[in-house]
């Protein structure tokens, strides 16, 4: 019975976190409104945010694999979370020459390719870095 509990507790606090993740880039990019965008097929915001959601998902998996507790798993998942949103901000700056709001709006696909990639890429390094 404690095995089918636990499962549930882990399962539980991964998808709070992925939805609370999810929900905190939203926020943190209020410019961007993604789930808009979306909803009017463009796909450079749906490689955005669903790259966050994935890189996201591989953190807060190795956090369940590696972690000793929920609470460790809730402190490595929050690093995850933080992690994706500060990256977002990172390539923003990196990338002086043109506004990713603007690549986004604009549907500019392989700008979304590059935001996918890189949070795919951010989330396996961090994941790969949870270790004891």
Known sequence: MNLYVNFASYLGLGLLLLTA???LFVLATPKIKEFE????R???AAL???GKMLG???VLGAAAEYSISLLDMAIWGSIGIFTQILVFYVA???TIRYSLQN???EDNRSVGVILFSLS???GWIVAKSLSY
């Open 21 to 23: 993740g999810v929900g």
């Open 48 to 50: 955005s945010l669903g």
């Open 42 to 44: 463009n796909v450079t």
């Open 37 to 40: 965008l979306i909803g009017k």
């Open 120 to 122: 795919l890429a951010v």
């Open 56 to 58: 996201l998902a591989i």
């Open 92 to 94: 923003e700056v990196v």
């Open 103 to 105: 690549a986004i709006e």
